[in-house]
């Protein structure tokens, strides 16, 4: 039986440009991407804050996938906007504009009947909000934990503090390095696992997902796609199916997150290859079930 996920971070307008097109106020944001694809999996429960530009199209997104939306707060002004630009290296976004808006005073105040959830994902907020989250939760099962390279950089201390009380961390590469202040992923790797989470995983875009626990160490590639038009949106739709695939799966062991990681990869894989929301929104559970097997074929071999 699947438990519920608490999904915590930003809902946005983004404005997109790649080399294979561009589009304008797309609905979009960490929390977002990650609810949708965790939607698949599991009951979703979103905390976040919208302005008065968010309307019913966007609100129909959630209860198309049933996501829980007692938690999505509403605040006079506008919601959170970016605007970012790919070449052809889809890895990195440049970022060109950030509007936080609304965003900026988030402050998120958990409902009673959310407090209890098992499985907790926290997008890539201010870590001192990050940790206001947990304080609110009861004794949740797994909480898994995403930053970036603006906290990294602004924040580190109370980075690693938050880190310090969750069980998985999920950041890209350019972050591990950064943050443990190494060039070598692996050393880089350990020296975050020994902040204290119990596993790492870093997603490295077209490279897959590498996953590190002290003990041992789980590569995934990614799906080879011969249409990829935007990357945005793909490393919060990875949490989403890897925390989904957890929590209906209900064991926590490293053959669930080994499957999550592939589940995770599946999701990211889908989201790559149209704009927006627009394939996650337009899938079924077969189409996930299908790829998550062309994935193991992908991968498989014989001892000899």
Known sequence: MSGSILIVGSVAFDSVKTPFGEEDDIFGGTATYSSVSASFFSPVRLVAVVGDDFGEKEMDVFRKHKVDTEGLTRMPGKTFRWKGEYGYDLNEARTLDTQLNVFEKFDPVIPEQYRSSEYVFLGNIDPDLQLSVLQQIKRPRIVACDSMNYWIKGKPEAVKRTFSHVDIVVINEAETRMLANESNLVRAANKILA???????????????????????????????????????????????????????????????RRGIIYGSVMASFNVEQFGLKRLTGLTRSDIDSRFYQFKALTHFEEL
Not at 224 to 238: H, K, Q, R
């Open 195 to 257: 902040m204290g989470p119990k596993t790492l995983i870093v997603k490295r875009g077209e490279y897959g997902v590498l996953m590190f626990n002290g003990t041992s160490v789980f590569a995934a590639p990614a799906f080879p796609l011969e249409d990829v038009f935007d990357p945005t949106g793909a490393g919060d739709s990875f949490a989403g199916g890897f925390m989904g695939a957890l929590a209906q799966e209900g064991t926590v062991n490293e053959r669930a997150f």
